[in-house]
């Protein structure tokens, strides 16, 4: 596979980064909610220095990324690939009950 060389900035420091062409909308999004959290961060809080805000930032995202991952185990979330097999099976047992009573 080949991969690409792209130009990102996060906190106003320039990045050059490789990915696979078609993750690169992925990466820019993960890239931009990185760039987020830091800019949110630096204007909230007292912390300064990159290297401290990117940290904090980084402890931010995981504890979100933590919390999504309890709930869906608790079964209070679902990942979108469950929701589209549920999705498809339900059709087909719908296409079935159909099929049943036009018979």
Do not use: W
Request: proline share 2%; with cysteine; glycine share 2%.
């Amino acid at each position: 596979m080949s991969t690409k060389q792209i130009e990102v900035a996060i906190a106003g420091q320039s990045y050059r980064l490789a990915c696979q062409p078609e993750l690169e909308n992925d990466l820019r999004a993960a890239v931009a909610k990185v760039d987020e959290e830091m800019s949110k961060l630096r204007a909230q809080s007292s912390v300064r220095g990159t290297d401290r805000i990117a940290v904090m930032a980084a402890l931010s995202l995981a504890s979100e990324l933590l919390n999504l991952q309890k709930s869906v185990n608790a079964g209070q979330a679902f990942p979108a690939e469950e929701i589209q097999r549920t999705i498809e099976h339900m059709n087909e047992r719908l296409d079935q009950v159909i099929d049943q009573y036009q018979a």
